[in-house]
């Protein structure tokens, strides 16, 4: 069982920076993949960023890409995003995912085992 607790979440104006965490405990994969998900209301969740548990790959989505780094700390097993420039229409609950492996291609998925989410933390950014 891994459980994962989203922080860093609030409101800034466009233009501004946030800096999401994401706190991992409980078992979890040798080998891994998380990242970032976010979603709006009426809207399919949608992958953001990405990074395997060795940093070897990345994942971006084009929406956030030069404006958005993913980082992880494994002594830590924490997970960050690190937003700038944020616009508008960055605002979103973001979630934290883990599983064994991710892949992206036209979308990010996540496979290989069981998909663990965290609560999500709210990010709005006002014009």
């Known amino acids: 069982q891994v459980n994962l607790v989203e922080s860093g979440g609030g409101s800034v104006q466009a233009g501004g920076s946030l800096r999401l965490s994401c706190a991992a405990s409980?078992?979890?994969?040798?080998?891994?993949?998380w990242g970032w998900f976010r979603q709006t209301p009426g809207k399919e969740r949608e992958g953001v960023a990405a990074?395997?548990?060795?940093?070897?790959?990345?994942y971006y989505d084009d929406s956030v890409k030069g404006r958005f780094t993913i980082s992880q700390d494994n002594n830590k097993k924490t997970l960050y995003l690190q937003m700038n420039s944020l616009k508008p229409e960055d605002t979103a609950m973001y979630y934290c995912?883990?599983?064994?492996?991710?892949?992206?291609?036209?979308?990010?998925?996540?496979?290989?085992?069981?998909?663990?989410w965290g609560q999500g933390t709210q990010v709005t950014v006002s014009s």
């Open positions: 995912a883990a599983d064994r492996f991710c892949a992206g291609g036209t979308k990010l998925v996540f496979y290989g085992g069981r998909t663990y």
């Open positions: 409980g078992y979890f994969y040798s080998s891994y993949c």
């Open positions: 990074i395997s548990s060795t940093s070897r790959w990345t």
